[in-house]
C-alpha cells in the first residue's frame, strides 16, 4: 500500500468514524460557580489516556438557560448536521438539556447524539461529577450498538429525553414512564 492511499484511508476513517465532542458551557465548563473553562476537556485525551480518536468543537460557553432561544438552537442544529460523523457528544448545562435535546432529536434524525453534563463543576474535584458523566457518555458512544437518536447520559445512566425528568433536589435525572 502505497503511504498516500494509506494517508488517504486514513483521512476518510478520521471524517466517518471519528467522535465530535461540542462543547455549549453549562457546569461542566465550568472551573467555579461562573467562570467557564474548557481547558479541563482538552486535557482528557493525556489525563485519562483516552485512546479513540475525538474532535472538540467549542461552540459557546453559556449556561444552558441561554440556549433556549429558537436562533441559538437553529445554529446548534446546522453545525450538528454539517459534521461528517454519526457520533455526537455534547457537553452542556443541565438545566435546558432535557429540553435541548428533545429539540434536536426532532430535527436531526441520522445521528448518534447524546448530551450529558454536570450538577457540579469540575473545580470540586472530591464533589464533581463531570468526569464521571463525560466518561459515562464517551464510552456509551464508543461502544454500544445505538440506534440513531438523541439521548442524555447523566448520572450512570442512558435516558430518552423524552421520559426523563430532572430532579434538582437529589442532583439526578430519572427515567418517567
Known amino acids: 500500500m502505497t503511504n498516500s492511499l494509506f494517508e488517504y484511508i486514513k483521512y476518510y476513517i478520521s471524517i466517518y468514524i471519528m467522535l465530535h465532542i461540542i462543547l455549549l458551557g453549562g457546569t461542566?465548563?465550568?472551573?467555579?460557580?461562573?467562570?467557564?473553562?474548557?481547558?479541563?476537556?482538552?486535557n482528557l485525551k493525556s489525563n485519562s489516556r483516552i485512546i479513540p480518536e475525538y474532535k472538540i468543537h467549542d461552540l459557546i460557553e453559556c449556561d444552558s438557560t441561554s440556549l433556549n432561544d429558537e436562533i441559538i438552537i437553529n445554529k446548534i442544529i446546522e453545525y450538528i448536521s454539517l459534521i461528517n460523523s454519526?457520533?455526537?457528544l455534547i457537553l452542556m448545562g443541565t438545566d435546558f438539556m432535557i429540553k435541548f435535546a428533545q429539540i434536536i432529536k426532532k430535527n436531526i434524525k441520522n445521528k448518534i447524539i447524546i448530551c450529558t453534563g454536570a450538577f457540579v463543576p469540575y473545580i470540586d474535584k472530591s464533589n464533581t461529577d463531570s468526569i464521571f458523566n463525560?466518561?459515562?457518555?464517551?464510552?456509551?458512544?464508543?461502544n454500544c450498538k445505538l440506534e440513531p437518536s438523541v439521548y442524555i447520559c447523566m448520572n450512570g445512566r442512558l435516558l430518552n429525553p423524552d421520559k426523563s425528568i430532572k430532579d434538582y433536589n437529589k442532583k439526578i435525572f430519572i427515567e418517567t414512564n
Not at 463525560?134 to 464508543?142: L, N, R, S, T
Open 86 to 88: 454519526k457520533q455526537i
Open 134 to 142: 463525560f466518561g459515562c457518555a464517551f464510552d456509551i458512544i464508543q
Open 28 to 42: 461542566i465548563s465550568k472551573n467555579s460557580l461562573e467562570e467557564f473553562d474548557n481547558s479541563y476537556i482538552y
